[in-house]
């Protein structure tokens, strides 16, 4: 039941790695530690510049392999939900890294496989 492809991948990239930048001021992240502010504002600029790089629909410099974007995308996914534990996130700080960690997770792990036609 894979369904999400290069393509539907590409349109949440955007609105994702804006979100990381965003939603840590709107919710007042960094209470617990001023590191839960910093980390996704700073992984939030980051996946920006990686989709911009990315081999997909919406690259604009297509340098960087879809399955190494797919890759750094499990890798955050891992950081996040280990991040609390790590830098003792409390409260929304750390549930905001849990579920991020849980959704990037959800969305590399429905990834759908795509046949290359030759």
Not at 86 to 95: L, M, P, Q, T, W
């Amino acid at each position: 039941m894979k369904f999400i492809t290069k393509r539907i991948h590409a349109f949440l990239d955007y609105p994702v790695a804006l979100a990381l930048i965003a939603l840590p001021f709107l919710l007042g992240l960094g209470e617990s530690n001023p590191l839960a502010l910093q980390l996704s504002v700073g992984t939030g600029i980051a996946a920006f510049i990686l989709t911009l790089l990315t081999d997909h629909d919406l690259g604009v410099v297509k340098v960087i392999p879809y399955k190494f974007h797919l890759a750094v995308d499990f890798l955050v996914a891992i950081v996040f939900i280990l991040a609390p534990f790590i830098f003792s996130f409390e409260g929304i700080d750390a549930y905001y890294y849990w579920i991020n960690g849980a959704a990037v997770l959800i969305v590399v792990s429905l990834h759908k496989t795509e046949v290359a036609i030759v």
